[in-house]
């Protein structure tokens, strides 16, 4: 961790000696960047929202309505961004978002990222539409601490077998996105035919699970490929799934759980009443309903409803350390950042990554410090006024 809150110091370093960063300590510009790396279908699907956008923007509108209002003198030499959320040591309170298909943005995809996250301490937090399986991207994390994200699928079979293998390849908490049971009206995707799967990719953890394969009429091959990716298609996502369903996941399940796309207070306060351990107040980036909620405007009453009878994780729209510390000082225990770590991916594969998270890491740990903070928890609502 002391190699993460010195990484500024290593830049400046770097700078007395005229060593340029390969990529920009400016996050935000990695989409332009990436635009130009990627295919135009692979960056509309990492770039692209729900359909006009409005949601995607109005994420990153809410974190400009908040500033920051630093305090001085008051010993901030040494600082400790660390924290425990889901039952897992972190050095700071971030984690990589469930992010499907990574192969299509880096030949290495998951497998880098999850290099990446263990290499910085990171929890790295894997989706059920990965394009490697559970396995092989647990292989790659190595010691690194890992989650494993559930789309819960129709047949319950399937989903047990998902969380065993989860389990036995030492994912410590799970992750259920809530919230896209069915893919939404994305028109850069739609405008361009695009959506990996129907070619096979994003598909892994399905493919290779004894479950599908079963019903599928064996391992799937050059034979049975198409009728394999229509039985991933209709059994994906699960319209008719209620509250009492959590129970199921309890049974299946042995660590902590967090529902991901929760943005009604009532919805958290229910999750709480299920026995879940977390909620992750999220609105997937956009990529779901154009016209709801900024997810930032939905956390703080959420943080409200729960109180200290869960853990409250956000995300949707972090870009910037001090993007981590509004969404802190609103409540969140922890963030999760997807596309930034996508367009480093795209951009540099492992390393690409891995600069992203110590970009993020060293700014947020500034913004701490220059604001008068030792500790994340140190961080409240004081610290914020509102533009
Ligand atoms: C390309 C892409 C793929 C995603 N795939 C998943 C997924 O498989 N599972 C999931 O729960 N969320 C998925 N998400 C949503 C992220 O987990 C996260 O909620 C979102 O990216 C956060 O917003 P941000 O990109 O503004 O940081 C995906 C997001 C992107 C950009
Ligand atoms: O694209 C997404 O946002 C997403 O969550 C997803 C959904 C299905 C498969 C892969 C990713």
Redesign the pocket.
């Known amino acids: 961790m002391s190699s993460l809150a010195d990484f500024q110091n290593e830049i400046y370093l770097r700078g007395l000696g005229d060593v340029v960063p390969e990529l920009p300590t400016d996050l935000t510009r990695l989409e332009a960047l990436a635009e130009r790396r990627l295919s135009a279908a692979a960056f509309g699907?990492?770039?692209g929202a729900a359909g006009s956008e409005a949601t995607?923007r109005a994420?990153r509108e809410a974190f400009d309505r908040w500033r920051i209002v630093p305090r001085m003198l008051r010993d901030v030499a040494a600082r400790d961004l660390s924290v425990r959320v889901l039952g897992t040591p972190m050095p700071a309170p971030v984690a990589l978002?469930?992010?499907?298909?990574q192969s299509i943005?880096h030949p290495d995809g998951e497998r880098a990222a999850a290099r990446a996250a263990a290499a910085t301490g990171l929890p790295y937090?894997l989706?059920?539409?990965?394009s490697f399986s559970i396995e092989e991207v647990a292989q790659a994390n190595g010691d690194g601490p890992r989650w494993y994200?559930l789309?819960w699928p129709k047949d319950r079979e399937l989903a047990v077998s998902f969380l065993e293998r989860a389990a036995a390849a030492g994912y410590t908490a799970l992750?259920v996105?809530l919230?896209?049971f069915a893919l939404a009206w994305r028109p850069r995707d739609l405008d361009q035919a695009y959506l990996p799967f129907l070619r096979g990719i994003?598909v892994a953890n399905y493919f290779s699970d004894p479950v599908f394969q079963k019903a599928v009429g064996g391992p799937v091959t050059e034979a049975n490929r198409d009728a394999a990716i229509l039985h991933w298609a209709a059994n994906f996502g699960n319209p008719s799934l209620t509250w009492d369903d959590l129970v199921f996941l309890r049974e299946h399940w042995h660590g902590p759980i967090a529902l991901?796309?929760i943005q009604h207070p009532d919805d958290a306060r229910r999750a709480v009443d299920a026995g879940m351990d977390g909620v992750?107040v999220?609105?997937?980036?956009?990529?779901q309903i154009d016209g709801a909620v900024a997810?930032l405007d939905a956390l703080p009453p959420v943080v409200e409803a729960v109180r200290d009878q869960a853990e409250v994780l956000f995300?949707?729209?972090?870009?910037t350390g001090g993007d981590i510390a509004k969404a802190l000082a609103l409540g969140a225990k922890a963030v999760?950042?997807?596309?930034?770590f996508?367009y480093g991916l795209a951009l540099g594969g492992e390393a690409g990554v891995t600069h992203v998270l110590r970009c993020l890491l060293a700014e947020l740990d500034l913004t701490l410090m220059l604001s008068g903070h030792a500790r994340v928890a140190d961080l409240g609502p004081a610290l914020l006024v509102s533009a």
């Open positions: 699907y990492v770039a995607a994420n978002a469930p992010v499907g298909v943005f937090v989706s059920t539409a990965s994200q789309y992750v996105t919230d896209t994003g991901k796309g992750i999220s609105n997937h980036g956009g990529r997810s995300d949707s729209g972090v870009r999760l950042v997807g596309r930034p996508v």
